[in-house]
């Protein structure tokens, strides 16, 4: 597989995830937990069939422990901590601290034996982070005090998912088979976190319980899987600047679906957005 290609199936992870908020309204009012059991079981669920189908399975019994203990703690750290932050503090600045892990793959990938890291993608980075702190700030009541430590977990979340998608990398020669296990074991982990804080919440409506089914097939599913493939084998640095668009296409997503309005904010957002990840692979085009 050539380089392009992976970047190329790395990015539809960032499409999915573009239908992460669409799918979660459509979800209410199912508890954080108790839909990231349900998502992440659907997902682990079709990768394992994937799996057995490919014949992958002799593939997995060959993995230490050690790596599926990191890529559990990946999936499942990245989503307990963005949950909790949520809850801690207001959802707008929070979101927009945990999306700091595009630009943080773009710092940490210079370490990577054989990475380049050019000024083009830090700036690039940087430029995309400003427009995606248009749109998740958008409305924003201003950072408070009390919520520091809602401030805190959110770090930690950036830097978690940052840190599983370029330490990855270094994991080049372990199947992708392996993220159904991650899946699964994430799910594992969250249903007794559900059972001990939530109280269970099932969907309401047609629309609730195809909104879950469609967020484990592609967001909380075939978007690990894919983005797997890319931050192994694709253009890491590209990759982060480019995940900016997610938190526009999902602004955009949810125009179209009628629960948002168009503004000049959301325009200027894919502006800055766009040049940011123009520069990124203007500088990745250099280096080769």
């Not at 992976?6 to 459509?26: C, D, E, K, R």
């Not at 997995?60 to 809850?87: C, D, P």
């Not at 020669?173 to 109280?199: D, G, K, N």
């Amino acid at each position: 597989m050539t380089r392009s290609r992976a970047t190329s199936i790395g990015f539809i992870a960032v499409l999915l995830w573009a239908l992460l908020a669409l799918f979660t309204v459509g979800s209410a009012p199912v508890p954080p937990l108790q839909l990231n059991a349900m998502c992440f079981a659907i997902g682990g669920l079709i990768g394992l069939i994937w799996t057995w189908k490919t014949g992958g399975a002799a593939r997995l019994r060959g993995v230490s422990w050690k790596v599926y203990a990191f890529g559990t703690l990946g999936l499942f750290g990245y989503h307990a901590l963005y949950f909790s932050a949520l809850r801690l503090a207001p959802a707008a600045e929070a979101g927009l601290i945990a999306y700091l892990w595009p630009l943080l793959i773009v710092l940490f990938s210079g370490l990577l034996p054989g990475e380049k890291l050019f000024a083009g993608h830090i700036i690039g980075g940087l430029i995309g982070f400003a427009g995606a702190a248009l749109i998740v700030l958008n409305g924003a009541t201003g950072f408070q005090g009390s919520a520091l430590p809602g401030y805190g977990l959110a770090l930690l979340c950036a830097l978690t998912w940052a840190s599983y998608s370029v330490l990855s990398r270094r994991l080049g020669a372990v199947p992708t088979e392996t993220v159904a296990v991650f899946c699964i074991a994430t799910a594992a982990l969250s249903l007794p976190l559900h059972l001990a804080l939530e109280e269970t919440v099932w969907p309401a409506t047609t629309l609730g319980w195809l909104s879950c089914i469609a967020l484990g097939l592609g967001p909380v599913g075939l978007a690990f899987y894919v983005w797997d493939i890319g931050v192994k084998r694709g253009d890491i640095q590209l990759l982060g600047v480019a995940s900016y668009a997610a938190p526009l296409l999902s602004t955009l997503a949810l125009v179209v679906a009628g629960m948002a309005q168009p503004s000049t904010t959301l325009v200027l957002a894919a502006l800055l957005i766009s040049a940011g990840a123009a520069l990124a692979a203007y500088a990745s085009a250099k280096a080769t």
